[in-house]
């Protein structure tokens, strides 16, 4: 920082939190001067494995020893291989959450050719050649991933180090994942930083990193498809370069993966398969979703600045004045007390209790926010009893680690450690006390306001992490996650009938256990408009199924075009939810004019009306793991043009949504996949694959179902009923089901049913047991011109 980037930071902060902010900043970097400086040391040696030396077999692989390392290999039952350096095992992990993986007893090390060694399975191959390179392959032999020998540089005193592994990928190889990358859904050459991160106001396409980053990689090629994971939660970079073919003249340039951490373990997950197997997979490690109760799934409105309860009855009255639905609306910071966390502003809410039940009378719930930060007041409540309970953070000499944020001076949970996530916890009682059904997590990256540098903790703060101790530079990327932890498991105990609602703006590997997320800070403006469908792709194959953008942006004002296309857009996401800042124009649809208010009224009935198919998906992506917004190369990868198509997307298996993401367009192509599609509107039949040029005016976006597919409806008469879209003569089809059985924790039944066009007719059967059974559900044919069966 020089002088003038200090002259414009007094500038900048010259209110008392500016103040405090630019005083925190300089308190940062000097005790992270001191801190790390004294903790780094003697000179950095890097190392190498060196050539191999021996081998141990073990349950499901072993171990290769090499002159200077070792390395751990083990394939588990479903196929997921786990491979660590020195030492490193697949627990302790905040991400694992699901079945404890166990050995795959018929996966056996074996010598390998040219003093290598590998270990053999039913549905992949890993090679380990004499100098530590690791090799993926199908069990056909072909080649889906190649790790060089990693590169580590220590310190001689002190300990730690950093690591880099560089691995090559097929030439045609596209990389999709790392988290909510506003530049995705395919992530294109360059540096992503591994550290999440509030980007200091609105973000577009350009910007990176954000607020939910993993090490999670899905890599989509010819010869096949591999989720790789590295599971190490400390700042890091991945360098992409995508491959390039020679073609025709034989000399391909591999893709490259280069994946550079400045401490923590080296250990990988490898999956191998087909896309939903990989996610089912990935599901099986890390742990099921959690299911949003039902009203979660429908429309949902906020704002930053309500101000009181008048505000919020005048919302509600305009949603049911215009016979517009809505399930949710939440409150953001400006309804606490002086922004103190686990208040109520009682002059602007004086009976929030009774708001609530008012409100859930007429079917909407209130949803509040929730931040970590907790102002350092004695005398608040929230405080003095994490003083008293120990939870929170600590500098190296024990003194509380303060930050900035809204309420000003404030003090941060450890959610590393268990006493402190259980007496945050308790907290919640209070929400629910106030009449709330849900809450939403925000500025856990965790944020402190910084006139300078990194918007976050001192990396020397230390943390319990579980027990075993560290600082701030291990902790920082699992706060969100361990934060979502802590309030959902205090939702489940202080209501056991009722599935919580959480969702929260920072996470890490394994956050789908406690909820969802959404895209934070989005810019209004078409840019942010594509962002926001990018940013729900990535989340997806990153296991994190619910989510969804600020419909409308969260800054300035969206033209009325650019409103209805990012409602029409979240209208087909998880997360259907306007909102945005305190200073921005309004979002809601009758505010942009009659016309616009009729596009989003159509928008809203359609949601209504798929609501029986969310509610599918949600249990869907518990049971299967596969997202609810799925790339349209998810059926099939091998499929070059359609895993270059970022501006559409598969809505389960059923339904292919081509958003309309330009201004002022009226007509887009859209590439469709292999089968017989129809879009939805018009009832015009396609064959894919290919590529077809449709209307798109502005009272609706392109919509196309999958011929042969069954998709849950609800009915003219409110109730669930199945609209089947014929297939192809002499071809199948079919769809899987799930019943809303309510908000709590029923067992639910997965009803699968086929389809086939016989003689003119679309006949629909229920598989039970082998067999079939009766049609639970009235059936409705499309796509023939049929009316009710």
Known sequence: MDGRDLVRSVRKFTSPRGWRALRFAWRRRRADAH?????????????????VTGAEPLPGGGVVRFARSELRICVVRGGAVFWGWDGADAEPSYALGGVPPEPDPRAELEPDKDGGWRVVSERVTVEVSRHGAVEVRTPGGVVLRRELPPRWWERVAGGGGRWVQRTEVAADARFFGLGGRASGPRLRDGSYRLWNTDPKGSFGPGDDPLYITMPVQVVVADAGTHLAFYDNAWDGRVLLQEGREGAGSGHDRAGTSEVRMTGGPLRCWVIVGTPARIMARWARLTGAAAVPPGWALGPQHARWGFGGTAEVRRIVAGYRARGLPLSALHLDIDHYAGHRVFTVDREGYPQLPALARELEEDGVRLVSIVDPAVKAEPGYSVYDSGVAAGAFVRDRRGREVRGVVWPGDCVYPDFTDPVARRWWG???????????????????EPVSFAAFGETTLPLSARHALEGRGGDHREAHNVYGLMMASAGYTALRRLRPQERPFLFSRSGWAGMHRYGGTWSGDVATGWPGL???????????????????PDVGGFNGDPSPELYLRWFQLGAYLPLFRTHCAIDAGRREPWEFGPRVLEHARA???????LRPYFVTLAHLARLTGAPYV?????GSPKDRALRDCEDAFLLGDALLVAPVLERGAVRRSVRLPRGRWYEVATGRMYDGPGLVLVDAPLSRVPVFARGGSVIPVRGSDGRTELEVWAPAEGRRGGGLVVADTGDGWERVEMERYSTRLSDGRVKVRRLRNGGTGPVRWPVRVRGLGAGRL
């Open 35 to 51: 801190e790390l400086r004294r903790r780094a040391r003697g000179a950095e040696r890097a190392r190498v494995p060196g050539p």
């Open 426 to 444: 308790e907290w919640y009682e209070e929400r629910l006390a106030q009449g709330f059904s849900g809450v939403w997590h925000d500025m856990n």
């Open 630 to 634: 799925r790339p349209v190369w998810w």
């Open 603 to 609: 928008a809203l009935v359609e949601r209504e009306r």
């Open 530 to 548: 594509r962002a926001s469908l990018a940013l729900v792709l990535g989340l997806g194959l990153c296991g994190v199924p619910y989510s969804g």
